[in-house]
């Protein structure tokens, strides 16, 4: 891969980190503290459901960390050995990690009676986006997950191949 490429998307990681960092630090408690100005009866609600948001970013900036050191491997012609596996378990876990939080949410939204400020669009919305989370958490837990093991069959036979060689 060519180290222009690998450059730009550590930039991308970077930044993704860091807006994480911003909203886990700024914009979600500031969204939960006006949600609560804004239609007191959802206070029990803000500070669990702002912990799970803030959880639920930091699973993806370790995600991004685990491919950041994904990318140095590949730099360093390195991506066929055993600690690429232990990078891409990160990535796995911390994705399965999120969407349980996500299942967790999509659960009580659906169960839990929660008051809405209008006609209850509120609570559906945010219903639909915790479902559309968990639904694209898993099939992303599932890709990583078969990538996995082509990287298992790849470095079987970048072995044999060097065996060979």
Known sequence: MHRLFI????AGIAAAVLVGLFGQFVVIPTTAADEVDRFPPYAPFAVPYATVAIVGVACVQVALVAMWMLLSMVR?????????????????????????LATGVTTHLA???IPSPDDGMEVISALAAAT???????????LVVIMRSLLRKATE???EMAEVV
């Open 7 to 10: 450059a730009l998307l550590r």
């Open 76 to 100: 360093r012609g390195a991506i066929f050995t055993p600690l690429a596996f232990r990078w891409v378990d990160l990535i796995i876990g911390s994705s399965v990690v999120a969407t349980l």
């Open 111 to 113: 169960l839990a009676d």
């Open 132 to 142: 559309a989370g968990a639904g694209v958490g898993a099939a992303f837990a599932m």
């Open 157 to 159: 036979l970048q072995a």
